[in-house]
């Protein structure tokens, strides 16, 4: 059995064990952090799987680094207006998959930099909310050959800096020591999941909440001009993911065990 196979595994056992354990049970007392570069970003990727843990009991939040100011066409549109619209899709989006809060670092779009100034507000903010589980976009992904594009520049600043931030940063108490005097304690992630749109080794099944996943994204109105496109894409590809073990529909992730 290869490893790929062995990992896929270890999500359906991962997901039996839910089953007999309860579902509301085992999520309950669970603490997801999505961080995202842009408002839609975490939408995107890994929504479904957000929504579906939320409904069996952990509590989500998002953290979104840019203020997604330059994605329109629109040529009346302005940075300042555009930053506003993005944030209130975002906001409505979350209200849909049921997140407790979404922080907005607003960075400006296209110039995210992985330094320690972005570094220090992502480990502000696992250290604040506390996650057993971060999600984010591998840091990794330059680009796809197979479905033509580039990875924008500010995923990967964003993916890179929060891997960062959950090690060894978030950790240690002598990394930015100001957040103990705010009375925030070190801590520690247990995994990752990092979304890389041609590797996955962890599938989560999200038949149940495809369509809360559809409806969140269906916020972004700024973003899409035809939104039929997007959602037809964003089944099918969910289906393509979702064949690889069985499931009508999921989200795939690189899983990071940091034990
Ligand atoms: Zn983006």
């Given at each position: 059995m290869g490893l790929q196979t062995s990992i896929l595994t270890e999500g359906r056992k991962r997901d039996k064990l839910r089953m007999i354990f309860g579902i509301i049970q085992s999520m309950k007392n669970r603490v997801i952090l999505a961080i995202g570069a842009h408002p839609d970003d975490t939408d995107f990727g890994a929504s479904g799987t957000i929504a579906k843990w939320v409904e069996e009991g952990a509590t989500a939040y998002y953290l979104i680094c840019t203020d997604g100011s330059r994605g329109s066409k629109d040529p009346k549109m302005t940075h300042?207006?555009?930053?506003?619209?993005?944030?209130?899709?975002?906001?409505e989006a979350a209200e849909v998959l049921g997140i407790k809060k979404v922080f907005f670092l607003d960075h400006a779009d296209t110039q995210l930099v992985v330094d320690n100034v972005l570094k220090e507000?992502?480990?502000?903010?696992?250290?604040?909310?506390?996650?057993?589980?971060?999600?984010?976009?591998?840091?990794?992904?330059?680009?796809?050959?197979?479905?033509?594009?580039i990875n924008h520049t500010d995923h990967r600043a964003a993916g890179l800096a929060t891997l960062d931030a959950c090690f060894p940063l978030s950790r240690d108490r002598l990394t930015f020591p100001q957040h103990e005097k705010e009375g925030l304690k070190p801590h520690k992630v247990e995994e990752l999941l990092l979304v890389?749109?041609?590797?996955?080794?962890?599938?989560?099944?999200?038949?149940?909440?495809?369509?809360?996943?559809?409806?969140?994204?269906?916020?972004?109105k700024s973003q899409f001009d035809d939104f039929k496109k997007i959602e037809k894409m964003i089944r099918t590809r969910s289906k393509m993911q979702g064949k690889k073990v069985g499931y009508k529909f999921a989200e795939s992730f690189l899983r990071l065990n940091l034990p």
């Open positions: 300042q207006k555009l930053a506003l619209i993005r944030r209130k899709e975002q906001e507000q992502i480990v502000r903010i696992i250290r604040k909310v506390r996650p057993n589980t971060v999600i984010t976009m591998d840091p990794t992904f330059y680009y796809s050959q197979k479905f033509g594009f890389n749109l041609e590797k996955a080794d962890f599938l989560v099944d999200i038949t149940t909440t495809i369509d809360k996943k559809i409806k969140a994204l269906a916020c972004h």
